[in-house]
T-cell receptor
Framework: GAGVSQSPSNKVTEKGKDVELRCDPISGHTALYWYRQSLGQGLEFLIYFQGNSAPDKSGLPSDRFSAERTGGSVSTLTIQRTQQEDSAVYLC?????????????FGNGTRLTVT | DQQVKQNSPSLSVQEGRISILNCDYTNSMFDYFLWYKKYPAEGPTFLISISSIKDKNEDGRFTVFLNKSAKHLSLHIVPSQPGDSAVYFCAATQGGSEKLVFGKGTKLTVNP
């Protein structure tokens, strides 16, 4: 499969626990994005990585959220001390290059439920 | 403050007829607009886009119209097919920014 792969597909965690969500982008795609979709809402931008540049973290909702991208490929989104309002579908996307001519290719998402 | 609005949460259309999905935006700096389609339990997939220098872009059964003065765009699907049943998201960006601003989506149901 050549698509964006996310794991796990579902995650249920207790309030206060830390979680890690993983994203494998399409091979050769230099740009990687994290979005989330809360119930009844649109997709909300979280963070963006492009090559070796510093990531754009302007969408992260709090300092409990962090993300890294190792070796320009796999990315991990970490949420510390999870809260119930963190429950959402977390979507990763990659694109071949930046700019308007490179549409985002999304993974199927990780559905996070915080109880 | 929602910058991209899809005011119709759902739309139902008969197979073979036209589906028209609407989207309004408030940020006049947006200069590039996209439509994504999402099936349940899958990520959104890119459908069609339009630059603000154009007022229409067509790709097969899908046409996007942009009215800059009204800050409004619409997606026309004709003829509609049952396989088009999905949630459609409108998205916008400005100045080549990598951050897309999405609407809440419209669920389209095409009835056979």
């Amino acid at each position: 499969g050549a698509g964006v792969s996310q794991s796990p597909s579902n995650k249920v965690t207790e309030k206060g626990k830390d979680v890690e969500l993983r994203c494998d982008p399409i091979s050769g795609h230099t740009a990687l994005y994290w979005y989330r979709q809360s119930l009844g809402q649109g997709l909300e931008f979280l963070i963006y990585f492009q090559g070796n540049s510093a990531p754009d973290k302007s969408g992260l909702p709090s300092d409990r959220f962090s993300a890294e991208r190792t070796g320009g490929s796999v990315s991990t989104l970490t949420i510390q001390r999870t809260q119930q309002e963190d429950s959402a579908v977390y979507l990763c996307a990659s694109s071949k290059e930046t700019g308007n001519n490179s549409p985002l290719h999304f993974g199927n998402g990780t559905r996070l439920t915080v109880t | 403050d929602q910058q991209v609005k899809q005011n119709s949460p759902s739309l139902s259309v008969q197979e073979g007829r036209i589906s028209i999905l609407n989207c309004d935006y408030t940020n006049s700096m947006f200069d590039y607009f996209l439509w994504y389609k999402k099936y349940p339990a899958e990520g959104p997939t890119f459908l069609i886009s339009i630059s603000s220098i154009k007022d229409k872009n067509e790709d097969g059964r899908f046409t996007v119209f942009l009215n800059k003065s009204a800050k409004h765009l619409s997606l026309h699907i004709v003829p509609s097919q049952p396989g088009d049943s999905a949630v459609y998201f409108c998205a916008a960006t400005q100045g080549g920014s990598e951050k897309l601003v999405f609407g809440k989506g419209t669920k389209l149901t095409v009835n056979p």
